[in-house]
């Protein structure tokens, strides 16, 4: 079968390569110059890259890890020691450390949680530890359940002091969602506290060892188009058409940068667009369906990527930073985590900045500006007296909606792969799989999705398609 995927994030290359698998061909439509989507990357005038987000690859990643096993790219993921490294707020430029020891989940977890004493008390361990027997003795039913409750009233339910939110979950929430427990839904950080409690090497990260466009996704596109696929850049989705019986027709592409308009016809069709984009391109009969109308609910959070270029080496730690700052999430240190961007002797922060929604429409220097002066709580020694770092340059990348805000409720709208349109299917992280918005909720959304089309009546022997009719 011929499928027109609309999107080459992960998810949309996901999908096409698993089609490939299972001898279907897809024909992946990009609306942008780039690969990746959320991970989509360029280079400034000096060659220096800079990204959508800091992205962090997880040992829970068991889809995105097979995948790069297919792809024969194992080598390209940095793993870190096995490690989660907070600075301290009270005594600026020091860390506190979870670290995993050698031992089976869920040993190796409480024994890091157990040996660390520089952020939460005994008691509040304790508190901690029994407010989690429900989840590890029922499962995901309950952290289904829990969907209705945001983390901060979790805590509050459970008699767990707000002190613990402040010292480990408030840097966690906004690692995961860029929302802060207050906001974010319980289900996702119980999902992730299971993942990183229940697998052994679960919370163990990785970086990429370079841009994820050329390390990560044109791997994808190589192994697409050698099994007879096509992936094609600036080639946006601008109508879903429809056949008199409601089911898809062709997608209308637009015609951008002098190319020619045109019309693709397949015998399936895949949205791996984000779920804000495909809301404005549903068409109008389709609207009032459940499936459909719920995604309403689901809006993607800004969030803020900033990129610093020093004179000089601020850390020599190679791994990701929980900052436990207001304005700012996690951050690394790239000239130290990413073999492409390494560089001995000057550093290259790489920060996510959330909660964005109060900044992501103020200037790029008034953002700068605010970081610095954060750094001077993270990098004391570097931002005082009269040899102080120079920042040589900067950048800063704006996601107005990124992945969908995961606010209590947001479960149920998620939709699955396959719609009620018999020849039109979604894939992408906000799309159902039980990964939540992330790079490997995006590989398994496609996964899932391919799976989908495989087993729809459409694929089965026999079944003639207006597609492939028209190709014979
Ligand atoms: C700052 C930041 C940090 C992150 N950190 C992490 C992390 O550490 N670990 C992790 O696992 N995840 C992280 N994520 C989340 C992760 O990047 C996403 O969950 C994942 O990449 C989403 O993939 P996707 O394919 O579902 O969507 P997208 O990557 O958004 O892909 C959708 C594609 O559709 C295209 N498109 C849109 N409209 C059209 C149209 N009309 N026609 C054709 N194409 C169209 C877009 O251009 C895009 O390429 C982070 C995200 C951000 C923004």
Request: charged share 20%; net charge negative.
């Amino acid at each position: 079968m011929r499928v027109a995927i609309a999107g080459a994030g992960l998810a949309g290359l996901s999908c096409a390569k698993y089609l490939c698998d299972a001898g279907h061909v897809p024909i992946v439509l990009e609306a942008r110059d780039v690969l990746g989507g959320k991970v989509a990357a360029w280079q400034d005038e000096d060659g220096d890259w800079y990204e959508t987000g800091l992205h962090i690859f997880f040992g829970a990643y068991r889809n995105m890890r097979q995948l790069f096993a297919e792809l024969n790219i194992e080598d390209r993921l940095q793993w870190k020691s096995h490690s989660m490294i907070f600075n301290q707020k009270e005594v600026p430029g020091t860390y506190s450390r979870f670290d995993f020891p050698d031992l089976p989940a869920p040993l190796n977890g409480l024994a890091a949680i157990l040996g660390n004493n520089d952020m939460l008390t005994w008691p509040e361990k304790i508190a901690f530890g029994i407010g989690l027997v429900p989840a590890i003795l029922r499962g995901q039913s309950y952290v289904e359940e829990c969907d209705q409750y945001s983390w901060s009233e979790w805590l509050a339910l459970h008699n767990i002091p707000e002190r613990v939110n402040d010292e480990v979950f408030l840097a966690m929430s906004k690692a995961l969602n860029f929302i802060n427990p207050d906001e974010i839904s319980s289900t996702v950080v119980l999902t992730a506290l299971n993942r990183f409690l229940q697998e052994t090497d679960g919370s163990q990260m990785a970086f990429l060892d370079g841009n994820p466009p050329e390390r990560l996704c044109q791997p994808i596109v190589d192994y697409v188009r050698a099994h007879g696929g096509e992936v094609h850049l600036d080639s946006p989705l601008r109508e879903i058409q429809l056949a008199e019986d409601g089911s898809v027709s062709g997608f209308r592409i637009g015609g951008i940068k002098g190319k020619e308009p045109q019309e693709i016809q397949a015998d399936a069709y895949v949205s791996a667009m984000p779920v804000d984009p495909l809301k404005l391109l549903l068409p109008e009969p389709w609207k009032a369906l459940p499936y459909f109308s719920k995604l309403d609910g689901l809006v993607g959070v800004p969030v803020i990527n900033i990129h610093l270029w020093f004179d000089r080496k601020l850390t020599e730690i190679d791994h990701l930073l929980f900052s436990r700052s207001d304005l700012l999430s996690v951050y690394a240190d790239m000239s130290n985590t990413c073999r492409e961007y390494e560089d001995p002797n000057k550093s290259m922060l790489e920060l996510v900045f959330a909660p964005a929604k109060d900044w992501i429409g103020r200037s790029d220097a008034e953002i700068v500006a605010a970081t610095l002066e954060e750094l001077k709580r993270l990098f004391p020694q570097h931002f005082s007296g009269d040899d102080q770092a120079q920042l040589l340059k900067s950048k800063v990348v704006k996601t107005p909606q990124s992945v969908y805000k995961t606010v209590p409720g947001c479960q149920q709208l998620r939709p699955d792969q396959a719609s009620p349109i018999p020849n039109f299917f979604l894939a992408g992280c906000f799309t159902m799989q039980r990964y939540l918005a992330s790079m490997e909720g995006a590989v398994l959304s496609g996964k899932q999705c391919a799976e989908a089309i495989a087993q729809s009546p459409m694929a089965q022997p026999g079944a003639a398609s207006p597609a492939s009719l028209a190709a014979v």
